[in-house]
């Protein structure tokens, strides 16, 4: 009986039926060329699949990794983890602590502000004058405390690198008219708004705001715009010192 | 995409990327198709009944055939060096005899649906049944795709070149 290379080639995968099988391997028993043909064809798969392995000896590409661990949601985690670690390297006054961890608690995404890249400036709840000192305070200070604008107050919570490549900083801004999470980037010599998220009082400690939804959520939104870790105080130094140019 | 799979999806990277330089054939074009499969993958929701791997492999395997092999993108990589990524030598040996330049030029040879029925088989070790689903065929034409490209690729790689065979011996069809 003739033993075909379909025959040989699924043998060789333990795929036949237990009875071709047995058929195969009598057939081979009887017929030295038939062994010969089957390591062949084995030889095949050994080749094709070592140049395989040959050819991608090398490291998956970093953008790819970074792409997985952007999607991830241990990210967020990790990504809060870091934030928290930033925000407790840098000096903060003691008195603003429950203050600053409450405004960071508030940074959630009730409604995420997905209001594109409007400019700051003239989009912005406030005025052009309130924003030039906003943006004043967002080319020359470091994260982690608070600065006055104005009649308003800002405190730079974190600095990061946009994965289209931009500088940009999470804010937030809080005043008589305005208690704002913001995330700005800057683009083209000046500050772009690209997220918002408004923070309302709580009825806890004085001073405290949070929106209803969680504070991962914001880190979620954070995390689809961040290339790699959030900007050290010595990055945000020499940021400072480029005006937040690339 | 859950935070578990994205996990297991960074974990499966690597063998996600061989099955892609398995299709297209040059790791400019492998890298390429990895990260349009990772983006497709991340957007794309996991269906409940299907496991990640397969999954990935579908999406690779039909990005590959709606873009790559289309637009011909593989063939123009194979003969235009500089697509192709200077740390992989195309000179270096799989075998005493067999380089894998030559490795690669033969998997060229192959049918698309040989190819990818030998790739998910041999180089990700598949059973058929698996291999057909991923690519929704009976697994009786996964059998019979499989045993035409290995019979293909052993006449290129050692009864043309007059390569010895695994005995040492001239081997014979």
């Not at chain 1, 025959?7 to 237990?18: C, G, K, M, W």
């Not at chain 1, 990504?79 to 959630?108: H, I, V």
């Not at chain 2, 040996?93 to 698309?112: F, G, H, N």
Request: hydrophobic residues 40%; proline residues 4%; glycine residues 6%.
């Amino acid at each position: 009986m003739k033993i075909t290379d379909e025959q040989l080639s699924a043998f060789l995968d333990n795929e036949l039926d237990d009875e071709q099988m047995a058929l195969v391997r009598d057939a081979i028993a009887a017929d030295e060329t038939l062994c010969d043909r089957m390591a062949t064809l084995s030889m095949v798969d050994h080749v094709v699949k070592r140049a395989a392995e040959q050819a991608t000896t090398g490291p998956v590409p970093e953008h790819i990794v970074a792409r997985c661990d952007s999607a991830s949601e241990s990210n967020v985690v990790s990504f809060a983890d870091r934030k928290a670690e930033q925000t407790a390297q840098q000096p903060t006054p003691n008195s603003d602590t429950r203050w600053l961890r409450g405004m960071a608690m508030a940074a959630s995404v009730a409604l995420v502000g997905l209001l594109g890249w409007q400019q700051l400036m003239g989009d912005q709840p406030g005025d052009a004058g309130q924003w030039q000192q906003i943006a004043a305070v967002l080319d020359s200070q470091t994260s982690g405390s608070r600065y006055s604008a104005g009649d308003v107050t800002v405190m730079p919570q974190l600095s990061f690198v946009h994965q289209d490549g931009a500088l940009c900083r999470q804010f937030t801004v809080s005043g008589q008219s305005r208690n704002d999470a913001v995330i700005a980037c800057k683009q083209d010599g000046s500050w772009q708004q690209r997220t918002l998220v408004p923070m309302t009082p709580t009825n806890g400690q004085a001073g405290e705001y949070q929106t209803a939804t969680s504070a991962h959520e914001l880190d979620k939104v954070l995390d689809t715009m961040i290339k790699g870790a959030p900007l050290n105080r010595e990055q945000e130094q020499q940021a400072i010192q480029s005006n937040w140019q690339q | 995409m859950t935070k578990t799979q994205s996990e297991q999806l960074k974990a499966m990277l690597p063998v996600l990327r061989r099955f892609a330089y398995s299709l297209t054939g040059s790791m400019a074009d492998a890298d390429d198709l990895l990260q349009n499969t990772v983006e497709k993958l991340l957007t794309k929701p996991v269906p409940d009944d299907v496991e990640l791997l397969a999954w990935s492999y579908r999406i690779c395997r039909n990005l590959w055939i709606d873009e790559y092999r289309a637009n011909k993108v593989r063939q123009a990589a194979v003969h235009n060096p500089e697509l192709q990524q200077a740390e992989v030598d195309a000179t270096a040996q799989i075998t005493s005899d067999i380089t894998l330049k030559q490795v690669e030029s033969a998997m060229a040879t192959l049918p698309d649906d040989q190819r990818e029925v030998l790739s998910l088989v041999a180089v990700q070790g598949l059973s058929y049944q698996d291999t057909a689903n991923v690519l929704s065929v009976p697994s009786g034409t996964v059998m019979s795709r499989l045993a035409r490209a290995r019979s293909k690729l052993a006449q290129i790689l050692f009864l043309e070149k007059g390569t010895k065979g695994p005995n040492g011996n001239e081997v014979t069809a």
